[in-house]
């Protein structure tokens, strides 16, 4: 009985932790009106953080913040487009008047392909420039506008998510042909963004990190299943949710999907104290599906 009441007590005693783990912090999240966004959102808000939640959408963005400040944490909504430097520098701005501080970055916004995405078999040139302009650039936008701030103030923890589909090629005899692949060239570039933003940030005693999801169902993986339904003979009757499980089957050891919440919490630890000796890292989160 001893025994069970003390794991007991360490239990409790966790969760308490784990509550105050970001506790005084603001994080400011990029495409956190839905998605691995929401949920990254979600879980820096239940850890204590002031989450301000940007996206393009507003109105999406708005409603995480009152899921969010409905649950007891607190956050900001914010309207920002990361392809347009001028619109994140205002959305900083915004948050540091109206909070004071950014602890936090996570840019997060990102985007499969170009308008007609789904009906493609092969990519085109607009998926190119697309993908770069979110995924690269808008990166790079949202830590330009951050990182001055952070500078300043010799303090600041930047959580970049990228995809394991950046690691290495994913694509080949998944029923896609070739129109993945500018997604996944961008998530590489996001990856060796981090490497060199670390180097160059370090001395400012600011942390850069990266994530790399796995197979979670997203509207962005949706789309793929849509995708594959359209141009592989081999899933023209299948339902998009059949071709997302029997890929979590086929590819992940652990046989399960990820969720945004697990992305979540992969971010809470590396934006958090006990991650300050820890810089210039890609840490997948995808059940094994690919090993680094």
Same mark, same amino acid.
């Given at each position: 009985m001893h025994n069970v009441r003390r794991a007991r007590?360490? @239990?409790?005693?966790?969760? &308490?932790?784990? #509550? =105050?783990?970001? %506790?005084?912090?603001?994080?400011?999240i990029t495409g956190a009106g839905r998605g691995?966004?929401?949920?990254?959102a979600t879980v820096l808000a239940q850890r204590g953080a002031t989450v301000v939640v940007c996206d393009l959408n507003a109105k999406s963005a708005q409603t995480?913040?009152?899921? /969010?400040?409905? %649950?007891?944490?607190?956050?900001?909504?914010? *309207?920002? =487009?990361?392809t347009e430097q001028a619109s994140m520098n205002a959305a900083v701005a915004g948050a540091l008047k109206s909070i004071g501080r950014i602890d936090i970055c996570v840019p997060n916004a990102g985007v499969i392909g170009a308008s007609g995405y789904t009906e493609r078999a092969h990519y085109s040139?607009?998926?190119? =420039?697309?993908?770069?302009?979110?995924?690269?650039?808008? /990166?790079?936008?949202t830590v330009e506008a951050v990182t001055p701030h952070m500078k300043e103030r010799k303090a600041g923890k930047i959580v970049i998510i990228a995809s394991h589909g950046g690691r290495?090629?994913?694509f080949a005899g998944f029923g896609l042909g070739s129109v993945g692949i500018p997604y996944a060239v961008s998530k590489?570039?996001?990856?060796q963004y981090t490497h060199h933003l670390a180097l160059y940030l370090a001395t400012s005693?600011?942390?850069?990190?990266? &994530?790399?999801?796995?197979?979670l169902w997203t509207p962005m993986w949706e789309a793929i299943a849509i995708n594959r339904v359209a141009n592989d003979p081999a899933s023209r009757d299948k339902t998009t949710k059949d071709v997302f499980? *029997? @890929?979590?089957?086929?590819?992940?050891?652990?046989? #399960?999907?990820q969720t945004p919440e697990d992305i979540g919490k992969a971010v809470a630890f590396l934006a958090s104290d006990d991650a300050n000796e820890i810089t210039g890292q890609a840490l997948n989160v995808n059940g094994g599906a690919i090993l680094n």
């Open positions: 007590e360490t @239990s409790e005693g966790t969760v &308490v932790k784990m #509550r =105050d783990q970001l %506790a005084g912090k603001t994080a400011i691995i966004g929401r949920g990254i995480v913040v009152s899921e /969010i400040n409905s %649950a007891g944490g607190r956050a900001l909504a914010l *309207e920002a =487009d990361v040139e607009d998926d190119w =420039d697309r993908t770069f302009e979110v995924n690269v650039k808008g /990166i790079a936008h290495a090629p994913r590489a570039a996001a990856i005693n600011i942390n850069v990190n990266c &994530v790399c999801p796995g197979t499980d *029997e @890929s979590v089957r086929q590819r992940t050891p652990l046989g #399960r999907p």
